[in-house]
């Protein structure tokens, strides 16, 4: 019998132990399960899907042009096959009606609601055989038009930053529960007088298959600022909110149909904004939903700070379960003769849900009211649903960079006709960190009421449009949509611009100071606010 | 208990003062005078063959023999022989010297091989005794009664074997005994052969069972403390002394009993009798008992319990037969359950054929009974004074004492033991372990064991055999696989509980820990050092696998803990190397010579048995021998690694043989027949594996200090020490290796699940720290003083750390394992199921899911954290049963099913419930947690795609239950049998997901409600021209007969069948089992059968060779230990301190 041997074995051991320890602490897994970017907002699914839903809160449905916000449904497929469905109208009252729906390959399909059923109220189901499929609404009512997103996923939560109920204004609730089993929500609103659940909404029952729509200003009496907060005990909704604005006492005039945020993050990306020179009434309102206090930083990104200087971000502190809106045009610290975009971020992380209006008495050809969800993510592939709705003078087209670093080259693709073509103009297009690309698609849009876009690029981007209605007079962000699995969480976004020393030439008068004595807007008090008062620190 | 003078009237003519002078020995052929002219003597030759057993009547020769009488009263030794061997001259001149002067000498041949050669050496040594040849052996009993017709005028028989030694006054005692006592048998003190010091008997008591009770401890030293005269219920048969007339009263001995027993049967009828039945230790017999050598078999064990029975169904009276008879047989059951348990097949397959045979012979034993009824003097209220009370057999299993309850105060015995082992550490050891294990336990003991993970509740026993036998099988959603071993098995040891099924369930889960406990210890016996074995012993007790494994509701882990201590038992034995082996030493204590087949045999059994609860066992074993070799190799001893690897991969080809035809299923799809695997992410670093941390109640730091115990023989053992040490080494770091990448999720194919990986490192850690305690006492005197004295005394110290954390973990009684189950939850499923058939999806973590599951993948929805995957499995009819214990190969409906969750879980559809109608999904549930809350908030986990995927579609309906889990109703569902309007069209299936829709199914009424057997339904179709369908798989071996007119059947769906009903009326459906079904479970049954007479046949065969090459060599007593003891064992005679040893080899069934 051979000499047992030790020495093998304590070397083999102590091995282990050593490799053991260190791809133990090299590879720790994650304890817990990263977020879903496809949760944090609608999204479109990919072309191997087997099929899309989506969920088209509510609109008007009387055939009639005095209803408040009349409803059409936009079905876009941006995919090589011809997609069929079911799109199935659920009015307030009375039975539902389901309508066979058809989409050609790289064309668009509306659908009046009214059509299908007559309500005042109705929502809508849209069921796809595809993917690559997005889902729209346009609103016509008395006080204007509007875009808004249909949900590709009901949720426990809505989120709606902004809203008002002061004199001229109608803040009204949506929601739609296209289950059959009923669903129990809690209602919470916050205002300048701070936050509350009113009776009648803590436990609201609605029943399964219905539509249901609360006017929140009969609730909710003449405030400027209502945040609301949707909440379901049990069950799944979608919450939709439509705001109207009459022009009274000199505020904006309007109609803006918003669909709700299903979630909150740390960071919101509005990459279009007030166009350049317009005296439009621009405000960021973010909620707090979380049991965390925010300290939030609203960035405005400058599209040539070079030029006109960075701008100093404005800095919230919102307790939780409270909301803060910041009015971008209150003060001059952002250069109005520049194109900008913005960044809401949270800096500690907390989840915020945040939301900009852009309001305007309507006079000449400008004005109107919209309202505008950010994009919690960015993604490689976006599709745009509308192409150029009648009576648009303006289609704009941003696509920003949110990243800290790194270029993106990005494509946009125009579809409709049954084709799909690249624009010229924006093929492999590079856009640096923390910059955006504007695409003005007014002529390549023009009378192909069918089109659709989609936006891809070899890293995230973000998207947004604004259109400018000059028949009737309006602003319109129309939705666009991420498409699943190109979704990414922009885990740090740009940083704030400063300006460098070679800026030197920029003219003294772009900066701002204000008065560091002065209150920051007394969140407390009025809830309506606040950048902290900080100092410019423009550079020379 | 002395009787001194029993109320008894002994029957037939007493015996006095002036005996008959004389005994005729009518039938007896004189070996003498044969021998000298090769002829009769005198008298007719009645046939032509002498040798042949033809007689010579010789009434003058027993006239001369009764002239030499000097008034004492006749006595014929009658003795049976058969092949006697070479103590057979030294018996025969015992009977020359004898001292008594009226005795006269039979020698029955029980048919030896050598007639001519046993006459010879009768001739040779007592030329004046007679010769009687039987042509066949038919045992002691009808060979003694032969001396009833051979024999006349004898005042007493001395019925002798042929091997036994007289001192010279035995006759002479026994007589005036016999006379002085007023005794109709009289029995000897029996000593061993060759150490007459030694006692094996001073008479015998029995209970109203039968069961013997020696009143003298075997092997006592006879210091004579047991001589002193009295009554005992019988006297061992190796030589008795019985009136003749008594013994011509009883018919002689119960001629159906061959061996063993007949001594009883004798007492116990002259009990009934009136006779008294004396022991006169004055007079000394020394017992060879070397029968065993003789008899091709050794089946002492089942005549034992054969001729108990018997015993006891002829010599009780009806009235005791029909209070003892059902006591009796429960008593049997227990202990066959108890032999199934510990292993010890032999014993119950003894216990079974013993009842067989007495139901048997039945007739022949009502014969006897009539007889004795005839000269029955005393009822069995008198009799029953002289046996013992109780159940023998019980009590010395309950005090851990077979064989040593003797005497009347046997109430003492078990204080007496506990005072004479006082101290010893085994009984210390053990005694702690049963409270240790009975604490930790107490709750699961007296309460339920909740139904979850791997651990559902059991189906009834016919239920259970019907899926056996069936070749259908209700997973997923149907299945024409084969269905698992498991259902048979169960069926088969539920059958033995009398039905008993959740008497089973517990049996089968906590009997897990006991069994792991004992299985190691048995392991360890070859070290030889006590304290090792203790140590190594309580070391696997204390890693927390099996703890974890209850806690988590994983039942394969459990198995795997008992299980795989007795395979590396094997494959240890298989490498024959020193202590478990005779290469490169000597081996060590309880090791047996064992053929490499029935080492693969026995390997095969165990394995199969574990892979019935846990499939991937085979993989481990094979595992566990590759990696046994690989320590090998590194610890530079490459001999034996073929043997090794041999007896490991042929053991799991046996195994996975055995379990065909299900383990086919394998072959086509080995991840489904493994299952999913999940760690419920807690066992996912270095940190956790290496403390064994993979369940609820960690150990924390402590976890580790066992490592630093069994580190120590790789530092101090020497020789074959740390050879193995080496090895155990080996299994910890694989196991720990590969449990570790699991939970990582390197590994992606069919794997065990974490448990089965990291018991084989529990083994070789515990097993490293025993052979830490044998280094510590053989190796380290060598070394000088040193570092290491001083790590052996922190081994020490861990060792007693690492125990800290079990103390703890015993506290709950239920090993951490949650305090419920989802079946309150979920009790509104089976309500439901009472009014229609329905099934039940379950989605979520397979480590959660109370049933086994397949896997699936879906990128948006699978991500449950490190550790988890998301498995789905169906149960019909409410909860899950035994029923959903296996998965089986995936087949079109699961695919079906599969890709109807992977179209939702992508975002393809909103309406699922659509997608599952016509699956009969009317419930889905996640469960967030191995049980409900607040039970199990360890294990639980929040799958937020998954809900949020679930909670997207627009036909399930949330129903808020418990915070545990998640229900969602299907209001799309359609029964499992519907009836489907006239003209529907049924898909025949397809890619599209239309291709799987059945709108018309949802709402549809059902038909064909009433339960025909297994698989059958049946009812009325009322509507004529509708369409019946069935969403089962099973495709053709289902039909529909209406009218007794089968229906056309069509594929539905591609998996599903549909008939298409012509006219109204009563209808039965009914899945056709294939005949090839049939065939294939009977085959199994003939194949476990096959190998498991094999491995009991050969283990018979080498036991018996061994011992008798013992006795052989020894030339004295037989023994059945065939071993040696190990260089560093304290194996050799035994001592004072042993008896603990003794008392837990008799409960393990150690042959010591």
């Given amino acids: ?540 | 208990m002395t009787v001194e003078e029993p109320a008894i009237e002994p029957v037939g003519p007493e015996p006095t003062g002036a005996p008959d002078v004389g005994a005729d020995l009518i039938v007896a052929e004189q070996v003498a005078d044969e021998q000298a002219d090769d002829s009769p003597i005198v008298g007719d030759v009645v046939g032509d063959d002498v040798l042949a057993g033809d007689v010579v009547v010789d009434d003058l020769v027993a006239d001369e023999e009764i002239v030499e009488d000097q008034g004492a009263p006749p006595v014929v030794v009658v003795m049976v022989t058969h092949n006697p061997g070479w103590w057979f001259e030294e018996t025969l001149a015992s009977f020359e010297h004898q001292d008594y002067p009226n005795i006269s000498v039979l020698v029955i041949d029980a048919a030896s091989s050598d007639p001519i050669a046993l006459r010879d050496r009768v001739a040779a040594v007592s030329p004046s005794a007679h010769l009687r040849r039987l042509d066949a052996n038919p045992g002691f009993a009808s060979a003694a009664n032969e001396a009833l017709h051979a024999v006349q005028g004898a005042s007493f028989l001395l019925l002798c074997h042929d091997d036994v030694r007289l001192d010279s006054g035995v006759v002479r005692i026994l007589v005036e005994e016999a006379f002085r006592s007023n005794a109709g048998v009289v029995g000897p003190k029996v000593v061993e052969w060759s150490d007459p010091t030694r006692l094996l008997s001073v008479g015998m008591g029995a209970d109203r069972y039968g069961q013997p009770a020696p009143y003298v401890e075997r092997g006592d030293l006879d210091q004579e403390q047991f001589d002193s005269v009295r009554d005992v219920f019988y006297v061992q048969g190796a030589v008795t002394l019985v009136r003749a007339d008594l013994f011509e009263a009883l018919g002689g001995f119960d001629a159906e009993i061959t061996f063993h027993g007949e001594d009883l049967d004798l007492g116990w009828r002259a009990h009934v009798a009136g006779a008294r039945v004396i022991a006169a230790p004055s007079a000394r017999v020394a017992h060879l008992e070397a029968l065993g050598e003789r008899r091709p078999v050794d089946d002492r064990r089942r005549l034992q319990a054969r001729h108990r029975l018997r015993v006891r169904t002829v010599a009780s009276s009806g009235p005791t037969r029909i209070r003892t008879t059902p006591v009796a047989a429960f008593y049997g059951v227990l202990e066959v359950l108890q032999s199934l348990l510990f292993g010890r097949f032999r014993h119950a397959r003894d216990i079974t054929s013993a009842w067989i045979w007495n139901f048997s012979h039945a007739s022949s034993a009502r014969r006897l009974r009539g007889r004795l009824r005839g000269i029955r003097q005393v009822d069995d209220g008198e009799v029953r004074a002289f046996q013992r009370r109780g159940n023998l057999r019980l009590a010395a299993f309950l005090r851990a004492q077979f064989g040593r309850s003797d005497g009347e105060d046997a109430q003492w015995d078990f204080v007496s033991n506990l005072r004479a082992t006082r101290g010893t550490l085994t009984l210390t050891a053990w005694i702690l372990i049963v409270f240790y294990l009975l604490i930790g336990s107490r709750e699961l003991l007296f309460g339920t064991i909740p139904a979850i993970g791997d651990m559902p509740p059991m189906l009834g026993v016919g239920d259970m055999f019907s899926r056996w036998v069936s070749g259908y099988q209700s997973i997923g959603l149907g299945s024409t696989a084969a269905s698992p071993t498991g259902f048979g098995l169960f069926a088969l040891l539920g059958t033995m509980l009398l039905g008993a099924v959740g008497l089973l369930r517990h049996v089968l889960i906590l009997g897990m820990l006991p069994l792991g406990v004992m299985a190691m210890w048995r392991l360890t016996r070859p070290i030889g050092s006590r304290r090792a074995r203790v140590v190594a012993t309580v070391a696997y007790l204390m890693i927390p696998v099996a703890e974890s494994s209850l806690a988590r509701g994983d039942w394969p882990g459990l198995v795997s803990f008992a299980a795989m201590p007795i395979v590396l038992a094997q494959l240890f034995g298989a490498s024959g190397l020193t202590p478990f082996g005779s290469i490169g030493g000597s081996a060590g204590p309880g090791v047996h010579r064992r053929p490499l087949t029935h080492r693969i045999a026995a390997i095969a059994i165990v394995a199969a048995l574990s892979a019935t609860i846990a499939p991937a066992f085979l993989i481990v074993v094979v595992a566990a021998s590759v990696v046994l070799v690989i320590g090998g190799v590194l610890a530079g001893q490459f001999r034996s690694s073929l043997r090794v690897l041999l007896a490991g991969i042929g053991g799991s080809v046996l195994a996975f043989a055995l379990q065909l035809p299900w383990s086919f299923s394998a072959i086509t799809d080995l991840r489904s027949t493994l299952g999913s695997s999940s760690t419920l992410g807690v066992a996912s670093s270095v940190s956790s594996i290496t403390r064994f941390a993979i369940g609820t109640g960690r150990p924390g730091v402590l976890g580790w200090a066992l490592l630093v115990a069994g580190a120590l023989p790789l530092l101090i053992g020497r020789e074959w020490r740390l050879g193995w040490a080496v090895r155990c080494w080996a299994l910890v770091i694989a196991g720990m290796a590969a449990a570790w990448a699991l939970g990582q999720g390197w590994i992606s194919g069919p794997l065990p699940s974490v448990s089965l990986l990291l018991v084989p490192a529990a083994i070789g850690l515990a097993l490293a720290v025993g052979l830490g305690v044998a280094a510590f006492e053989v190796d380290l005197p060598d070394y000088h003083f040193g570092w290491r004295q001083l790590v052996s005394i922190a081994a020490a110290f861990s060792f007693v750390l690492a125990g800290l954390p079990a103390l703890g973990a015993a506290l709950s009684g239920r090993w951490h394992m949650p305090r419920g189950d989802f079946a309150q939850s979920l009790a509104f499923l089976d309500e439901q199921a009472a009014t229609s058939s329905f099934r039940v999806l379950w989605l979520g973590d397979a480590g959660v899911l109370p049933l086994a599951g397949w896997g699936l993948e879906i990128p948006a929805v699978d991500d449950l954290g490190t550790g988890r995957s998301l498995a789905f499995a169906t149960s019909s009819d409410g909860m899950p049963s035994v029923a959903e214990q296996w998965t089986g190969p995936v087949d079109a409906g699961l695919r079906s099913l599969a890709s109807s969750l992977e179209v939702a879980g992508s975002g393809g559809t909103a309406r699922l419930g659509a997608l599952v109608a016509p699956m009969a999904v009317r419930y889905i549930v996640v469960p967030l947690a191995a049980a409900p809350e607040p039970y199990a908030t360890r294990t639980s986990y929040q799958p937020d795609a998954l809900l949020a995927m679930l909670d997207a579609q627009l036909d399930l309906d949330s129903v808020t239950v418990n915070p545990g889990l998640r229900v969602y109703r299907n209001a799309a569902w359609g029964p499992e049998r519907a009836l489907l309007p006239k003209e529907t069209s049924v898909p025949a299936g397809g890619p599209e997901i239309a291709d799987r829709l059945l709108p018309q199914v949802s709402g549809a009424p059902e038909v064909l409600t009433e339960p025909d057997g297994f698989a059958g339904w049946s009812g009325s179709i009322d509507s004529e021209g509708s369409t019946v369908y069935l969403s089962q798989s099973g495709g053709s071996n289902w039909s529909l007969t209406q009218n007794g007119q089968a229906l056309e059947r069509s594929d539905a769906l591609g998996w599903a069948s549909s008939f298409r009903s012509t006219s109204a009326g009563d209808a039965k459906l009914q899945f056709d089992t294939p005949f090839t079904r049939w065939l294939m479970v009977l085959g199994q049954v003939v194949l476990w059968s096959l190998v498991i007479w094999y491995l009991l046949r050969v283990r018979v065969r080498v036991d018996e060779s061994s011992t008798l090459a013992g006795v052989a060599e020894s030339g004295a007593a037989t023994t059945v230990e065939t071993t040696t003891a190990s260089g560093s064992g304290p194996a050799g005679s035994p001592s004072a301190t042993e008896t603990g040893d003794a008392l837990i080899a008799s409960i393990l069934g150690e042959e010591a």
Avoid at chain 1, 39 to 46: V, Y
Avoid at chain 1, 244 to 259: P, S, Y
Avoid at chain 1, 398 to 417: M, Q
């Fill in chain 1, 1 to 540: 019998m051979k000499r047992v041997r030790r020495l093998p074995m304590i070397v083999l051991l102590v091995m282990v132990l050593v490799g053991g320890v260190f791809f133990d602490r090299s590879h720790r897994a994650p304890t817990t399960t990263a977020i879903r970017p496809d949760t944090l907002m609608p999204s479109a699914q990919p072309a191997t899907s087997a099929g899309s839903t989506w969920y088209c809160a509510a609109g008007s449905a009387t055939g009639d042009s005095n209803g408040l916000a009349e409803q059409t449904v936009s079905i876009a497929n941006s995919s090589d096959e011809e997609i069929t469905g079911q799109l199935t109208a659920v009015p307030d009252t009375g039975d539902l009606v389901v309508s066979k729906v058809r989409i050609a390959a790289h064309s668009r399909q509306t659908v009046r609601i009214s059509d299908l059923v007559r309500s005042l109220w109705a929502s809508a189901l849209v069921e796809l055989s595809g993917g690559e499929v997005t889902v729209a609404q346009l609103f016509q009512g008395p006080s204007g038009r509007s875009t808004g997103a249909c949900a590709s996923s009901p949720s426990q939560d809505w989120f709606f930053p902004s809203g008002s109920t002061r004199n001229g204004a109608r803040n009204l609730l949506a929601l739609f529960n296209p289950f059959p089993g009923e669903a129990t929500v809690d209602i919470t609103f916050d205002t300048e007088d701070g936050s509350r659940t009113p009776q009648q909404f803590e436990g609201f029952v609605l029943p399964g298959g219905r539509v249901s729509v609360v006017d929140i200003g009969a609730v909710v009496t003449l405030r400027e600022h209502v945040a609301t907060t949707v909440r379901a005990r049990s069950g799944r909704v979608i919450a939709q909110q439509i705001q109207t604005a009459d022009g009274r006492e000199g505020n904006e005039q309007g109609l803006a149909v918003t669909l709700g945020a299903t979630s909150a993050g740390a960071n919101w990306f509005f990459p279009v904004a007030t166009p350049a020179e317009s005296a439009a009434h621009e405000v960021v309102s973010v909620l707090n939903p979380g049991e965390v206090d925010a300290t939030v930083e609203v960035q405005v990104q400058v599209d040539d700070s070079a030029l006109v200087g960075s701008v100093e971000p404005y800095r919230l502190s919102i307790p939780a379960g409270r909301s803060a809106t910041v009015d971008l045009m209150s003060d001059a610290r952002i250069p109005r003769s520049a194109d900008r975009w913005l960044i809401v971020h949270s800096t500690a992380g907390t989840g915020v849900v945040a939301e900009r209006s852009i309001g305007s008495v309507r006079s000449g050809d400008f004005g109107g009211l919209t309202y505008t969800m950010g994009a919690p993510v960015a993604a490689t592939n976006w599709l745009a649903t509308f192409g150029n709705p009648v009576g648009i003078s303006s289609s704009i087209l941003a696509i920003a960079n949110p990243g800290a670093s790194g270029d993106v080259t990005v494509t946009v693709t125009i579809h409709g006709a049954g084709s799909a073509k690249d624009l010229p103009t924006m093929i492999d297009v590079v856009i640096a960190p923390g910059d955006r690309r504007l695409v003005d698609l007014t002529k390549e849009l023009a009378s192909r009421n069918e089109a659709s876009i989609t936006i891809s690029s070899d890293h995230p981007v973000v998207v947004g449009q604004l259109m400018v209605s000059t028949s009737p007079i309006d602003l319109l962000t129309p939705p666009d949509y991420p498409l699943v699995g190109s979704m990414a969480i922009v885990g740090e976004p740009a940083p704030p611009q400063v300006a460098s020393l070679d800026d030197a030439l920029l003219p003294l008068e772009t900066t701002t100071t204000l008065d560091p004595a002065a209150p920051a807007s007394s969140l407390e008090s009025t809830s309506t606010t606040m950048a902290d008062a900080v100092t410019s620190t423009t550079a020379r």
